[in-house]
């Protein structure tokens, strides 16, 4: 009975216990706050890597086994295949970010699981996917400077062959980096409209 009473939490304990814990059972941090119980997406969604390798591999591991291919070709099927990887990654893990007791709460209703994950799943994958996305497509636009490794001559090769040629080098690397943010700006842009339209039907 002593050893009983020894194991049984007092209030003191439970007291020091939930103010370790939120009220909803998040732990507390040092600071004092609530852990945010949103799902998260996996570290996969936040992993980044050079595009380089993969166009200096096409290029030239296809010469290696004997396909003569054009620089812009290695380009195109390097850049697709790092994009496509990192892609697939970050909307799988978006859709594993949504809570499992959606799918749970579906099949209670009776809903087949292709309705499930058209009607309810995706749509709230497709909200957590939008930044992510976004972002990885800006870094891939940025990343296409990287193609002058296989001697193709995109923006930032240009703007260096006429800095050789005028010597000039601020201007033309000013108006190449606004020419980046032209095109990376309305990207930003559309993410951010995409995201208040589909929050205000959900």
């Given at each position: 009975?002593?050893?009983l009473?020894?194991?049984?939490?007092?209030?003191?304990?439970?007291?020091?216990?939930y103010a370790?814990r939120?009220?909803?059972?998040?732990?507390?941090?040092?600071?004092?706050?609530v852990?945010?119980?949103?799902p998260?997406?996996t570290?996969?969604?936040?992993l980044?890597?050079?595009?380089?390798p993969?166009?200096?591999?096409?290029?030239?591991?296809?010469?290696v086994?004997?396909f003569?291919?054009?620089?812009?070709?290695?380009?195109?099927v390097?850049l697709?295949l790092?994009?496509?990887?990192?892609?697939?990654e970050?909307?799988?893990?978006?859709?594993?970010?949504v809570?499992k007791?959606?799918w749970?709460?579906?099949?209670a209703?009776?809903?087949?699981e292709?309705?499930?994950?058209?009607?309810i799943?995706?749509?709230?994958?497709?909200?957590?996917?939008?930044p992510p996305?976004?972002?990885?497509?800006?870094?891939?636009?940025?990343?296409?400077?990287?193609?002058?490794?296989?001697?193709f001559?995109?923006l930032t090769?240009?703007?260096?062959?006429?800095?050789?040629?005028?010597y000039?080098p601020?201007?033309?690397?000013?108006?190449?980096?606004?020419?980046?943010?032209a095109?990376c700006?309305p990207?930003s842009?559309?993410?951010?409209?995409?995201?208040?339209?589909l929050?205000?039907?959900?």
């Amino acid at each position: 009975m002593d050893r009983l009473l020894q194991l049984r939490p007092t209030s003191l304990d439970t007291r020091r216990a939930y103010a370790r814990r939120g009220p909803r059972g998040g732990r507390r941090h040092q600071t004092g706050g609530v852990t945010d119980h949103r799902p998260k997406l996996t570290k996969a969604a936040n992993l980044s890597g050079p595009a380089g390798p993969p166009q200096f591999i096409v290029f030239f591991g296809a010469n290696v086994l004997g396909f003569q291919i054009s620089a812009w070709t290695a380009v195109s099927v390097g850049l697709t295949l790092y994009g496509s990887a990192f892609l697939g990654e970050i909307w799988r893990g978006c859709l594993e970010a949504v809570p499992k007791g959606q799918w749970e709460a579906a099949r209670a209703l009776g809903l087949h699981e292709w309705k499930t994950l058209y009607l309810i799943i995706l749509p709230q994958a497709l909200r957590l996917a939008i930044p992510p996305t976004i972002g990885f497509l800006v870094q891939l636009i940025k990343n296409t400077s990287l193609a002058s490794i296989v001697g193709f001559t995109e923006l930032t090769r240009t703007g260096q062959l006429i800095n050789n040629a005028t010597y000039q080098p601020l201007l033309i690397f000013i108006t190449i980096s606004l020419i980046y943010f032209a095109m990376c700006w309305p990207l930003s842009l559309a993410s951010k409209r995409l995201e208040r339209r589909l929050a205000s039907k959900m």
